[in-house]
C-alpha cells in the first residue's frame, strides 16, 4: 500500500514539523539514516535453522507462535536487551521478534532499531540496538531493508496521526499483584518473560476472529502477533491496537485503516478476558 491519501499526508506533516532529522551519534558500525526500516529481509530458513541461528549469536529463544498458516513468529531476548528494558514503560522493548514466512519464503526481522527507538524513546541505547542489528545481520544476512519504514527522529513520538494514541497511551487490561497477572497470562497459554523484579511482558494470543486481522493489511508482517503484555506495579497494560498496528504497518494509509476499524477495540477486549 502505498500513502496517498491526504489526510495521512497532512498527519505525517504534521508530525515531523518540530523534529529533528539529525540521527544519533554512530556506533558500533552501523549507520543510522534519517528514514528507517522497520523490518529487515532475509533468505529463507524454516523455524528451527532460524532459532538456532538466533543462539549462535547469544540470544534466548523465549517463544515462538503461529500468526497464520504459513508463519511462525519467534521471540527472542538477551541480557542487554532485558538491562536496557528494565524500566516503566519500556520492558516491551526486551523482546525482539522473527517471522519465519513460508508463503514468501523469507525470514522478516523486526528492525531492534526501529523499534527500539519507538518502544525506549528518549532511553534508546543505540549501543544495545546496533549490536542487536549487527548480531541479527550476522545471523540472516546479507539483509535488505523493508518498504516499510519511518524518519529515526519521529519514532520516539510516534502516532498514526492527530488524535490517534501514543506509545503511552496503553490500555489496561489487568490489575491485581504480578504474580496474579503473570499466572492468569500462563493460563492463557502465554509466554511470560522476566525483565525485572517486579516486571514481566508477557505474549497472548487473541482470540481468532480478532486475530485474523493480518489477512486484510497484510500478512508479511504478521510478527505482531501474539500480542505484548507490559505486567508491572499491580497492572497489566497493553499497547493500543490504533498505536501498535500503525507502527507495525508504517505503509498502512487511511483506507486500509478503515478496513479494520473494529480490530482496536476487539484487541482490547480480548486482552481483557485473559486478565480478568
Not at 523465549?62 to 536487551?81: D, H, Q, R
Request: aromatic fraction near 10%; glycine fraction near 8%; proline fraction near 4%.
Amino acid at each position: 500500500m502505498k500513502k496517498i491519501l491526504s489526510l495521512t499526508a497532512l498527519a505525517f506533516a504534521i508530525a515531523f514539523s518540530g523534529c529533528s532529522a539529525t540521527a544519533p551519534k554512530i556506533e558500533g558500525g552501523v549507520v543510522i539514516e534519517k528514514m528507517v526500516p522497520a523490518y529487515r529481509i532475509g533468505a529463507y530458513v524454516d523455524v528451527e535453522t532460524a532459532k538456532s541461528k538466533l543462539v549462535a549469536e547469544g540470544f534466548e529463544i523465549v517463544g515462538t507462535f503461529k500468526p497464520s498458516e504459513n508463519s511462525t513468529t519467534i521471540l527472542y531476548t538477551n541480557a542487554a536487551m532485558k538491562a536496557d528494558a528494565n524500566k516503566p514503560m519500556r520492558a516491551l522493548a526486551a523482546v525482539g521478534r522473527v517471522l519465519v514466512d513460508d508463503e514468501r519464503k523469507q525470514v522478516h526481522i523486526a528492525n531492534p532499531i526501529y523499534f527500539n527507538k519507538a518502544f525506549l524513546q528518549n532511553e534508546y541505547n543505540h549501543v544495545t540496538a546496533s549490536a542487536e542489528y549487527t548480531s541479527l545481520d550476522k545471523a540472516f544476512g546479507p539483509l535488505k531493508n523493508s518498504e516499510d519504514q519511518w524518519e529515526f527522529a519521529g519514532l520516539s513520538d510516534y502516532r498514526f496521526m492527530i488524535g490517534m494514541p501514543y506509545y503511552q497511551d496503553m490500555d489496561l487490561v489487568g490489575e491485581g499483584t504480578t504474580a496474579e497477572l503473570v499466572a492468569r497470562a500462563k493460563a492463557a497459554e502465554g509466554t511470560v518473560v522476566q525483565v525485572g523484579e517486579d516486571r514481566y511482558v508477557a505474549f497472548v494470543e487473541l482470540d481468532k476472529r480478532t486475530s485474523a486481522f493480518p489477512k486484510k493489511i497484510g500478512t508479511q508482517n504478521s510478527e505482531l502477533l501474539p500480542w505484548a503484555v507490559l505486567i508491572e506495579g499491580g497492572k497489566a497494560k497493553a499497547l493500543n491496537a490504533k498505536y501498535f498496528i500503525a507502527v507495525s504497518y508504517p505503509l498502512l494509509d487511511m483506507g486500509g485503516f478503515m478496513g479494520i476499524m473494529t480490530i482496536p477495540d476487539a484487541v482490547t477486549k480480548s486482552l481483557r478476558k485473559t486478565f480478568k
